[in-house]
């Protein structure tokens, strides 16, 4: 099995200082960890990538963008292109998280299209799905994850430039977590529904989970099977949090 792979998505937060300082710390940590048994990527905003990635360079901090265009130039006032987060040394790029699928409208096409431009220029392209509480309480979980696969994994999806992550709307920033048994179920469902979408690559494909991940419950939450890693928001933002849960990781 791949090693797990311990992702911090910073959204819209942090400025120059804090954002570099951040990095560097986690960067001295993986580089003190004897083979490290997780990979880990951080996603600043837009505006810091570029010092981030020069700060950590070599030191095998992953770095990644939390959004781009589906076109790599063009008129697009405003937008972020996957060739332009390549350019500054990205690795991973996050899309259609559920708060651009609210905020921009974005539809499980458009996130196709994102992924593919992304995977075009050699990202890996994480891919964001879940429920909505209205569709959790209305027995549709399953569904809605099944149909956002379908929808949203571009043609020539393979484990090396794909990774899911399931992050149920409602657990997002609300302290809430899905059981284990129910982040197990959904997890097996995702596996499942990429089998019929591509078959050869199931099984290697990352399955991450997210929302409400801490350093008091990753160890649980990483141990449930088909859990891959974790996609961290809010305890993303403090060096000895994400870094807790990195090494929860690790069993
Ligand atoms: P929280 O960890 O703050 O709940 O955010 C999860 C998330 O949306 C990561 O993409």
Not at 3 to 32: F, H, Q, S, V, Y
Not at 81 to 86: F, G, P
Not at 97 to 117: F, P, T, Y
Not at 172 to 181: D, E, K, N
Request: net charge negative; aromatic share 2%; with cysteine.
């Amino acid at each position: 099995m791949a090693r797990k792979l311990i992702a911090g998505n910073w959204k819209m937060n942090l400025l120059r200082p804090e954002g570099t300082a951040l990095a560097r710390d986690l960067a001295l940590r993986l580089a003190r960890t004897v083979d490290p048994a997780f990979d880990l990527l951080v996603c600043p905003p837009a505006t810091i990538i570029a010092p981030i990635a020069d700060a950590v360079q070599g030191s095998g901090l992953l770095v990644g963008g939390q959004d781009c265009h589906s076109a790599q130039e063009g008129a697009h006032t405003g937008d972020v292109s996957a060739r332009m987060l390549a350019d500054l040394g990205c690795s991973h790029v996050i899309v259609g998280h559920s708060e651009r699928r609210q905020d921009h409208g974005e539809i499980d096409l458009m996130v196709a299209e994102k992924a593919a431009a992304a995977q075009a220029e050699g990202l890996v392209a994480i891919i964001c799905i879940g429920e909505t509480e209205a569709e959790r309480n209305d027995g549709r979980a399953l569904q809605v994850c099944s149909r956002q696969i379908a929808g949203s994994l571009p043609q020539g999806a393979t484990a090396e430039n794909t990774v899911i992550a399931y992050e149920p709307v409602w657990a997002i920033g609300t302290g809430r977590t899905p059981t284990t048994a129910d982040v197990a179920e959904v997890h097996a469902h995702i596996r499942a529904a990429l089998g019929a979408r591509v078959p050869s690559e199931a099984a290697g494909i990352r399955i991450l989970y997210g929302g409400s991940v801490k350093p008091g419950n990753a160890a649980e939450l990483l141990a449930v099977p088909n859990v891959d890693g974790a996609l961290v928001g809010g305890a993303s933002l403090k060096a000895d949090d994400f870094w807790a849960i990195a090494e929860a990781s690790a069993g």
